[in-house]
T-cell receptor
Framework: QKEVEQDPGPLSVPEGAIVSLNCTYS??????FMWYRQYSRKGPELLMY????GNKEDGRFTAQVDKSSKYISLFIRDSQPSDSATYLC???????????????FGQGTRLTINP | DGGITQSPKYLFRKEGQNVTLSCEQN?????MYWYRQDPGQGLRLIYY???????QKGDIAEGYSVSREKKESFPLTVTSAQKNPTAFYLC?????????????FGPGTRLTVL
């Protein structure tokens, strides 16, 4: 079983729809949760960062963490064609091994917003 | 502007050749990383370095080598021992803070074996 599971999609929705992207994980030690956005042929960029459980909102984006279910979500409201990208979840625990915190990525979900 | 640069953007390699991918950052970050990205597999860690003249193997280090002679630079060599090198390679950096380990990524180098 992979430490982090993410539905690879692809996911295609009409402009203006609410999008839900999800990841599940197995390591209960994970405390930090991130979402990265990656446009085609580009490097990932950090979109949202959450520590422990709860919600965090930034404009049209909301990150949600449910540690009891080992489940994280990213919601995109009023989706735009410019949101079309691959979204990667990532998570880490506080443990430092050989000087670094291990960051585990999901496989990424490819999202297309249709005008 | 602060950031990470990678070169070249596209690289073609013949069987049996070693090639070196460049990564430079001006973010004053101590830590630097190399990831490999294949379709449907997310990002896999190849090597990382927390400090100059020191580096550690990641999950898939076989067939790769790195050096860290300067804080700003972390080149990756893909050797002929790497059996399936065609992939998208991403360099990243971070502070040595313990708060989450979030990475800043470069634009990537796409390596194709001919």
């Amino acid at each position: 079983q992979k430490e982090v599971e993410q539905d690879p999609g692809p996911l295609s929705v009409p402009e203006g729809a609410i999008v839900s992207l999800n990841c599940t994980y197995s390591n209960s030690a994970f405390q930090y949760f991130m979402w990265y956005r990656q446009y085609s042929r580009k490097g990932p960029e950090l979109l949202m960062y959450t520590y422990s459980s709860g919600n965090k909102e930034d404009g049209r984006f909301t990150a949600q963490v449910d540690k009891s279910s080992k489940y994280i979500s990213l919601f995109i409201r009023d989706s735009q064609p410019s949101d079309s990208a691959t979204y990667l979840c990532a998570m880490s625990d506080p443990l430092i091994i050989q000087g670094a915190q291990k960051l585990v990525f999901g496989q990424g979900t490819r999202l297309t917003i249709n005008p | 502007d602060g950031g990470i640069t990678q070169s070249p953007k596209y690289l073609f390699r013949k069987e049996g050749q070693n090639v070196t991918l460049s990564c430079e950052q001006n973010l004053n970050h101590d830590a630097m990383y190399w990831y490999r990205q294949d379709p449907g597999q997310g990002l896999r860690l190849i090597y990382y370095s927390q400090i100059v003249n020191d580096f550690q193997k990641g999950d898939i280090a076989e067939g790769y080598s790195v050096s860290r002679e300067k804080k700003e630079s972390f080149p990756l060599t893909v050797t002929s021992a790497q059996k399936n090198p065609t992939a998208f390679y991403l360099c990243a950096s971070s502070t040595r803070s313990t708060s989450g380990g979030g990475r800043y990524f470069g634009p990537g180098t796409r390596l194709t074996v001919l």
